[in-house]
């Protein structure tokens, strides 16, 4: 009786394949959901963020470049160190022989998150140094808009399954996986779902002034411990699951530098608002209680 209850709730098998765009004289361009959503994802989030820039006194223009240099190394560093610590074959293969037909054959290296975490803290860093600004006001903007894009992100990642995870009887399990007969999690959704609840928790923190830097240590220390206990669910590599390092996930590994840079800012938060370099750039307005300067 009660496998078949925890069976009516598993999810149905399903999956989104990729939509074929006829283009004149050259053929079919094959468009990935995954890409599509991760694209949404992207744009909702901006959004987001700069609704959020707004209300702190941040003119557009300005998050619109922190936005810039933190997706664009975002996306590149996912790129380059999903290659790195999942697919280093690939990787070897493509520094070795860099023709074309390797590249065609070896080339998807996939997106890690925390590699795109550490490249937006590198963009991050780069457009502090570049423009003077602060990194603690900007980035709580654009940390503000991250959970909706994250929730896009990862609905991408779950309507492919492209995190498998452990056979389980748990409801929420998407059944037959892969079409081969078990239930298994699927860590896709449930980062839909954690995203869903910190973008709620976000809109209702923001209707009080937080000090500069709060979402920030706030998303890594949601995010962190979360995503370290969620990883013992995937599935071995032999099965389609992620590689181990000492029995730890690269996931893992950067869940603890996350959390640990979580508890760093939420101490350097709780010190005040950072000295110079503050980002006011409406005259007279008062982001997140420190003083206005022009830009």
């Not at 069976?7 to 399903?14: G, T």
């Not at 070795?96 to 290296?109: A, E, H």
Request: aromatic share 12%; charged share 15%; with cysteine.
């Amino acid at each position: 009786m009660l496998a078949a209850a925890h069976s009516f709730l598993f999810i149905p098998w399903f999956r989104l394949e990729p939509w074929h765009l006829p283009i004149p004289f050259v053929g079919e361009l094959p468009i990935q959901p995954f890409g599509v959503l991760v694209a949404i994802g992207i744009l909702s989030g901006a959004k987001l963020a700069e609704r959020r820039g707004r209300e702190l006194g941040i003119e557009p223009a300005l998050l619109s470049d922190f936005a810039t240099h933190t997706v664009a190394a975002g996306l590149l560093c996912a790129f380059v160190l999903n290659g790195v610590f999942y697919s280093p074959e690939r990787v070897v293969r493509l520094v070795s022989d860099p023709s074309w037909s390797t590249v065609k054959r070896y080339g998807c290296l996939g997106l890690s998150s925390y590699g795109g975490f550490m490249g937006a803290v590198l963009g991050g860093w780069i457009w502090r140094q570049r423009r003077g600004k602060s990194l603690l006001l900007a980035g709580d903007a654009g940390t503000f808009g991250f959970p909706l894009g994250w929730m896009f992100g990862r609905t991408g990642c779950f309507v492919v399954h492209d995190h498998p995870g452990v056979v389980t009887t748990f409801p929420l399990a998407v059944d037959n996986y892969h079409q081969l007969g078990q239930p298994r999690h699927d860590l896709g959704l449930y980062e839909v779902i954690w995203s869903a609840a910190a973008t709620l928790l976000f809109l209702l923190l923001a209707r009080k002034r937080q000090p500069a830097g709060t979402y920030m240590a706030l998303f890594a220390l949601l995010y962190g411990p979360i995503r370290f206990f969620l990883d013992f669910l995937r599935e071995v590599p032999e099965r389609g699951g992620d590689v181990r390092y000492a029995a730890l996930t690269p996931g893992q590994y950067g869940s603890i530098l996350l959390t640990l840079a979580g508890l760093g800012l939420l101490w350097r938060v709780r010190r005040g608002p950072e000295p110079a370099l503050e980002l006011g750039t409406t005259r007279g307005t008062d982001p997140a209680g420190a003083k206005a300067v022009d830009p």
